[in-house]
């Protein structure tokens, strides 16, 4: 059984937004809409200042309180721990948008409540999500944390590395190398 | 210093630069599942305690309200929904983690069961009414033997119902001001009080009402309690629970919540009523009315103040 999951190096990520784009494009995400963006935070005081850059999504967690909170199991957990949503059961209460802490999902204009999927799609067929397949870094590393031998295992076994508000129990699967 | 932005621009609607995926419908929604809570509990209780002349509005007459008011908020949830022609998808599947779901199921019981309750009473308000089919008229007859079972089941599903207008919000703890257990029982004593307060407004019995006001005396009490509690608890809380406190305490929400909920909604009420019970001739219907306000403004701050406490990008609160 495999789990997805993603790691983006914010040591070499430069903010060029073209995860964004290729997910619009791939995703065909409605005008307006994103699936995934880009965060800067700016510590410390003038002149010393840090800058870390991260390229933010879905955190697919195995926690979701998307799926918990969800009155039909729309939300559910799909092949390799993905958290999808499957569109004619989704009623578009928008309980799970409300849980989400990381804002992930919105309304598609189609009445369904709509994310990041990984791109399950291209995953199936061997292939990389399309934000991980056009980074020009190569900053983001998809892969299966239970196979010992992948990249994203063995990254993830020699670098530092922290979640998004991992406070909220939600246990994400999107690994920010520091 | 810690500065955050989002470089790529995200401003999904409905989502940024603030959460509003619940407008006007669901506090609608949940004001009326408490007034009807409210209703259907003390109608139970005093035909269960045999005092359905005694107290016959609230026992007999309030209820037949009830499948109205169900009606309208069932219909500001259906106008919540995005994906409408899907919402029978809520029938197909009970989810016991999810608040909505059983929440869905407990009206599909509150509804129906509202319904014959009102219908074993419905010849002794309106003499003169006549169900026209006769399946209808045996069918009523019948139930009427089981009004004692009726009553303990609406004793029990309208205090979950109660219950559960605040545990569907408090269940979220993304939203740190929902986050908080003290919204079940909050919601639950609200919507109890907003129910005897309706109950005051449409009585016409002066014993009757003093009782109602009597109980509610208790009820609002119970509630300026709870709401001191909520906020000393977010107090003692995380940064984010801290700040969700602070929207109240100096922040955008201060003057709308303090004034029309907590001085208007329940202190002006409750000196009101606290008068009328040492004898003083105060008319019900001011503080019955102040209450069902104060109860409806206290669902929209609530509905509202948690879809703008979050945990991630404060930046987009300084911007406010």
Redesign the interface.
């Known amino acids: 059984m495999a789990r997805y999951a993603m790691a983006i190096d914010t040591k070499r990520c430069v903010?060029c937004?073209d995860c964004?784009v290729a997910c619009q494009t791939e995703n065909n995400v409605p005008i307006?809409?994103?699936r995934d963006?880009?965060?800067?935070?700016?510590?410390?005081?003038y002149p010393n200042l840090h800058l870390e850059?991260r390229s933010e999504r879905c955190n697919h967690c195995a926690d979701s309180?998307c799926v918990?909170?969800?009155?039909?199991?729309?939300s559910h957990y799909a092949e390799g721990g993905v958290v999808l949503v499957t569109?004619?059961?989704?009623?578009?209460?928008?309980?799970c948008?409300?849980?989400?802490?990381?804002?992930a999902?919105?309304?598609h204009p189609?009445?369904?409540?709509d994310k990041c999927t990984f791109c399950i799609h291209r995953v199936k067929e061997g292939e990389d999500p399309a934000c991980v397949a056009v980074c020009p870094t190569h900053c983001m590393i998809f892969g299966d944390l239970d196979d010992k031998n992948s990249e994203i295992s063995k990254v993830l076994n020699s670098r530092k590395y922290k979640t998004?508000?991992p406070?909220?129990?939600t246990n994400p699967h999107v690994f920010y190398l520091l | 210093?810690?500065?955050?932005?989002?470089?790529?621009?995200?401003?999904?609607?409905?989502?940024?630069p603030v959460?509003h995926?619940?407008g006007w419908e669901i506090p609608i929604y949940l004001f009326l599942g408490g007034v009807v809570a409210g209703i259907l509990f003390f109608s139970a209780f005093y035909f269960i305690r045999g005092k359905s002349e005694q107290y016959r509005t609230t026992v007999k007459i309030a209820p037949i309200f009830v499948p109205i008011m169900l009606a309208v908020g069932l219909l500001a949830l259906f106008l919540?929904?995005?994906?409408?022609l899907?919402?029978w998808?809520?029938y197909?599947?009970i989810?016991w983690?999810?608040?909505?779901?059983w929440g869905?199921w407990i009206l599909m019981i509150v509804f129906p069961l509202s319904l014959i309750w009102v219908a074993t009473f419905i010849k002794d308000i309106f003499p003169k009414w006549d169900w026209k089919l006769p399946l209808v008229e045996k069918v009523v007859d019948r139930f009427k033997g089981y009004q004692r079972w009726i009553a303990w089941g609406l004793l029990i599903t309208s205090l979950i119902l109660g219950m559960y207008t605040g545990i569907l919000l408090s269940?979220?703890?993304?939203?740190p001001f929902w986050n908080t257990a003290i919204l079940g029982p909050l919601f639950l004593v609200s919507g109890l009080s907003t129910g005897t307060a309706f109950v005051m407004l449409i009585s016409k019995s002066h014993e009757e009402k003093a009782k109602m006001g009597q109980i509610d005396l208790i009820l609002i009490a119970t509630e300026i309690f709870l709401i001191i509690h909520m906020f000393m608890g977010f107090l003692a809380s995380?940064e984010v629970q801290i700040h969700a406190a602070h929207m109240f305490l100096g922040g955008s929400y201060t003057a709308v919540f303090w004034t029309f909920v907590f001085v208007l909604g329940l202190i002006v009420p409750f000196i009101s009523e606290a008068l009328e019970l040492g004898g003083y001739n105060v008319p019900v219907a001011v503080p019955a009315a102040l209450v069902l306000i104060g109860g409806l403004i206290l669902r929209f701050i609530v509905v509202d103040a948690?879809?703008a406490s979050?945990?991630?990008?404060k930046f987009v609160e300084q911007l406010q």
């Open positions: 903010g937004a964004v307006g809409y994103c963006w880009i965060v800067q935070d700016t510590y410390g005081e850059i309180p918990r909170c969800c009155p039909t199991s729309a569109h004619d059961e989704c009623i578009g209460c928008k309980a948008v409300a849980s989400c802490p990381y804002d999902r919105y309304v189609e009445g369904y409540i998004l508000i406070e909220a129990g | 210093m810690k500065e955050t932005i989002i470089t790529s621009g995200r401003m999904n609607p409905g989502i940024d959460l995926a619940w919540d929904l995005t994906h409408k899907y919402f998808r809520l197909t599947i989810r983690e999810s608040p909505m779901s869905a269940a979220f703890n993304a939203r995380t948690g879809q979050r945990w991630l990008y």
